[in-house]
Nanobody, 123 residues
Framework: QVQLEESGGGSVQAGGSLSLSCAAS????????IAWFRQAPGNEREGVAA???????TYADSVKGRFTLSRDNDKMTAYLQMNSLQPEDTAMYYC?????????????????WGQGTQVTVSS
């Protein structure tokens, strides 16, 4: 069982920045894919960014060039730096983890989830 805890959400004006963290409970952190998803009210949960066990990172087209995902395996923590935030980035952001070399694109393929952290961007 892997426990995940997100932190760092909040409210910011358009153009601002926020940094999210996802702390994991497992010492096998490096063997897991860590992904960020977000869900706005009435919308499907969508992938934001993911980093696999080899360090390969993928981003949703909507956040490329604005968001940066990284991980520190020693601290068992992944970080999502979000810059140039826009109102359409407003959502609950979730950290997810799944064992495996590659990251799945579909949120349904992840067994382990954090409780979520709210990001609100005002215009």
């Amino acid at each position: 069982q892997v426990q995940l805890e997100e932190s760092g959400g909040g409210s910011v004006q358009a153009g601002g920045s926020l940094s999210l963290s996802c702390a994991a409970s497992t010492v096998a952190h490096s063997a897991y894919c860590i992904a960020w998803f977000r869900q706005a009210p009435g919308n499907e949960r969508e992938g934001v960014a993911a980093i696999d066990s080899e360090g390969t990172i993928t981003y949703a087209d909507s956040v490329k060039g604005r968001f940066t995902l990284s991980r520190d395996n020693d601290k068992m923590t992944a970080y999502l730096q979000m810059n140039s935030l826009q109102p359409e980035d407003t959502a609950m952001y979730y950290c997810a983890a799944e064992n495996g070399i590659r990251c799945a694109a579909n949120w349904r393929d992840y067994r382990f989830w954090g409780q979520g952290t709210q990001v609100t961007v005002s215009s």
